[in-house]
T-cell receptor, first 119, second 112 residues
Framework: EAGVTQFPSHSVIEKGQTVTLRCDPISGHDNLYWYRRVMGKEIKFLLHFVKESKQDESGMPNNRFLAERTGGTYSTLKVQPAELEDSGVYFC?????????????????FGPGTRLTVL | AQSVTQLGSHVSVSEGALVLLRCNYSSSVPPYLFWYVQYPNQGLQLLLKYTSAATLVKGINGFEAEFKKSETSFHLTKPSAHMSDAAEYFCAVNTGGFKTIFGAGTRLFVKA
């Protein structure tokens, strides 16, 4: 079974340019997440899709970031225009809710990440 | 609100020595806890998870972690370090929702 894939693996752009990151989740996973790790800090949640709907976008830094998941399959994360502080590693994850006792838990499977460098 | 604290951004051990990576969490409800590992130039890989079953959890590559509610801890251990264990390790908490909260990570160095 293929895991979560992300493209590109690395991207180097100049400040002010636009970049689009892509994530393909594990087949059949309705939940898709974007996370970001900036400059060696903690990995932070950006947003969560259930199928094509945004369930939680509370972690999106500002309106320069736009995430889409057309058709509920792959997702894109666009940064426009990119700023220096956007540099970091962007992780995508997917999950299906699994049951464990009386509460469900959410094991998320992560992709390899896209390393974005804004110069 | 949930939070995760990993004590020590860098840990260095000799090959064959005990590995101990510390993680403390804060959660208002019983948590689900995870350890992930990121090897150089690779993605995040799940090492082990605690989901309210046994408090001592065994993972891959000889790692294990013990959930201690009284101490709000979930420390990761391995009896004998290998050079291949050199990586960055992340503790994470989830309370049954969809947002996973990560610690800042601990980079493990293994000396020959």
């Amino acid at each position: 079974e293929a895991g979560v894939t992300q493209f590109p693996s690395h991207s180097v752009i100049e400040k002010g340019q636009t970049v689009t990151l892509r994530c393909d989740p594990i087949s059949g996973h309705d939940n898709l997440y974007w996370y970001r790790r900036v400059m060696g800090k903690e990995i932070k949640f950006l947003l969560h899709f259930v199928k094509e709907s945004k369930q939680d976008e509370s972690g999106m830094p500002n309106n320069r970031f736009l995430a889409e998941r057309t058709g509920g399959t792959y997702s894109t994360l666009k940064v426009q225009p990119a700023e220096l502080e956007d540099s970091g590693v962007y992780f995508c994850a997917s999950s299906q809710v699994a049951l464990a006792g009386v509460r469900s838990y959410n094991e998320q499977f992560f992709g390899p990440g896209t390393r974005l460098t804004v110069l | 609100a949930q939070s995760v604290t990993q004590l020590g951004s860098h840990v260095s051990v000799s090959e064959g020595a005990l590995v101990l990576l510390r993680c403390n969490y804060s959660s208002s409800v019983p948590p689900y806890l995870f350890w992930y590992v990121q090897y150089p130039n690779q993605g995040l890989q799940l090492l082990l998870k605690y989901t309210s079953a046994a408090t001592l959890v065994k993972g891959i590559n000889g790692f294990e972690a013990e959930f201690k509610k009284s101490e709000t801890s979930f420390h990761l251990t391995k009896p004998s370090a290998h050079m291949s264990d050199a990586a960055e390790y992340f503790c994470a908490v989830n309370t049954g929702g969809f947002k996973t909260i990560f610690g800042a990570g601990t980079r493990l160095f293994v000396k020959a």
